[in-house]
Nanobody, 114 residues
Framework: QVQLVESGGGLVQAGGSLRLSCAAS????????MRWYRQAPGKQRELVAD???????GYADSVKGRFAISRDNAKNTVYLQMNSLIPEDTAVYYC????????WGQGTQVTVSS
């Protein structure tokens, strides 16, 4: 089992930045993919960024050039650095890790005011 705890969400003005953290505990040796999703009110959950155990990254077109996913292996933590935030980035952000199984965090609210 893997437990994920997200933090770092909050209220920020457009143009600002936030860094989300996803701390993992448990049997993390099996993890091969780390992802951030988001879900805005009335919309489907969408993939924002992903990171493989080999270090490859991918981003949704809507966040490319503004968001960056990274990890700190020593802290078993994955980050999502979000810059140049816009109101359309407002959503609940979820961390997901997968390997033999898929695990989700509880979500953290990000609100961007105009």
């Amino acid at each position: 089992q893997v437990q994920l705890v997200e933090s770092g969400g909050g209220l920020v003005q457009a143009g600002g930045s936030l860094r989300l953290s996803c701390a993992a505990s448990g049997s993390i040796g099996s993890i091969t993919f780390m992802r951030w999703y988001r879900q805005a009110p009335g919309k489907q959950r969408e993939l924002v960024a992903d990171l493989t155990s080999g270090g490859s990254t991918g981003y949704a077109d809507s966040v490319k050039g503004r968001f960056a996913i990274s990890r700190d292996n020593a802290k078993n933590t994955v980050y999502l650095q979000m810059n140049s935030l816009i109101p359309e980035d407002t959503a609940v952000y979820y961390c997901q890790m997968s390997g033999w199984a898929t695990y989700w965090g509880q979500g953290t609210q990000v609100t961007v005011s105009s």
